[in-house]
């Protein structure tokens, strides 16, 4: 998420982005059901599970979730102060595993941003100074093509490189291309998770046409249907959904607004769960792209997640499997040895030889499906 830090240093000074690609008002029910989902979230405070994205995206909402919101902002300035402003002699062997990534870093300042707090002193000089530092070691780094393009959109708008106008001119109009041609017949920018930030840069687009207008139209008619069937469940992903349906963006914390009114959210109501006898499924597991290939039915218990049927499957065979965690939840980096390579990634399909829309954590197999790995290159 190297854009996003470049996006947060871009913030200050600028005017507010155009608001061409329209999401006009979603059903309030819906977008309250979605923000439900985040307040079990809000209560897991280890450092291992805090996480500034949850806070951003509801600031960047309508919605709000009272004291336990301001406790959770409380909460991360605690983490995020004690383990990036750790004196160095300080540090020890397992510090290094416990500081922030760069997105984490810059998600975190976001979240002050928008509360209203611009720090500095010596304090935010230091904050800054690290990001800096991630920036540099990342600079080459793309992780999504909308956040690259948001942060484009900052430099086209702040004028501070005028003699590098056209170059970025051209690189954002080029992302966008991109963007716009990896939409989906569903509606979807590349897959359903991609699409919430793939919207907040199209949103703030200064280069109207019929042709985004028509994409942003069907976009939307993909995420209604997606909150109808409950696709989203990942907190990180609803809280980069609830902003676009609030027409907002990251970019809008250049001038955040902290008086404007937002709905309390309450817990939702919960059914008393039905004693039930327990169920297994049988799910066929294969691996494809490489030799030899890997076929095996596994038993889990229904209700069981693509990431434990995995884990099922490591624990009583020969498959073996890596994954890396990620903002959006763990990805495949290794499956029965073999690493995905530079211009390599593991895919999820599943029956019929469908692109898996969810992550691994969030996925759960229905009795009888088949789900297969498959090596791919770009």
Request: net charge positive.
């Amino acid at each position: 998420m190297g854009h996003l830090g470049a996006l947060l240093f871009l913030l200050g000074g600028l005017g507010a982005l155009a608001n061409i690609c329209e999401i006009t008002e979603v059903d309030s029910t819906l977008v309250e059901r979605l923000g439900q989902r985040l307040l079990p979230w809000m209560d897991r405070l280890s450092q291992e599970q805090l996480n500034p994205s949850i806070y951003v995206g509801l600031r960047l909402s309508s919605l709000q979730a009272g004291a336990k919101e301001a406790h959770y902002l409380h909460s991360l300035k605690l983490s995020y102060q004690q383990s990036l402003l750790r004196p160095a002699s300080n540090k020890d062997d397992n510090d290094s595993e416990a500081k922030p990534s760069m997105g984490q870093l810059a998600l975190y300042l976001l979240a002050l941003r928008a509360n209203c707090e611009f720090i500095g002193g010596r304090k935010g000089d230091r904050l800054v100074s690290q990001l800096k530092r991630f920036l540099e070691d990342e600079k080459r780094a793309i992780d999504t093509m909308a956040m690259a393009g948001m942060a484009f959109s900052c430099l086209e708008l702040s004028n501070l490189n005028p003699k590098q106008r056209n170059r970025i001119n051209l690189a954002l109009k080029r992302v966008q291309e991109k963007i716009l041609k990896a939409q989906t017949p569903e509606g979807y920018f590349g897959n359903v998770y991609s699409t919430p930030l793939a919207l907040q840069l199209l949103m703030g687009s200064l280069r109207p046409s019929v042709e985004l207008g028509t994409a942003c139209l069907k976009a939307k008619a993909a995420l209604q249907a997606s909150l109808q069937h409950k696709t989203f469940q990942n907190p990180l992903m609803i809280s980069q959904l609830l902003p676009v349906l609030n027409q907002k963006s990251y970019v809008d914390l250049i001038s955040p607004d902290c008086q404007a009114p937002r709905a309390l959210l309450e817990p939702a109501l919960e059914t008393p769960p039905q004693a039930k006898v327990p169920k297994f499924i049988d799910v066929l597991l294969k691996v494809s792209g490489i030799s030899p290939s890997y076929r095996h039915s596994v038993s889990v218990p229904a209700g069981s997640s693509l990431e434990d049927i995995l884990k099922n499957a490591q624990e009583h065979g020969r498959f073996r499997f890596r994954t890396q965690a990620s903002l959006s939840g763990p990805f495949l980096t290794s499956v029965l040895g073999r690493k995905a390579g530079e211009r390599e990634f593991w895919q999820v399909l599943r029956d019929p030889d469908t692109p898996l829309q969810q992550g691994i954590a969030d996925y759960r197999p229905k009795d009888g499906e088949t789900i297969e790995l498959r090596l791919v290159g770009w």
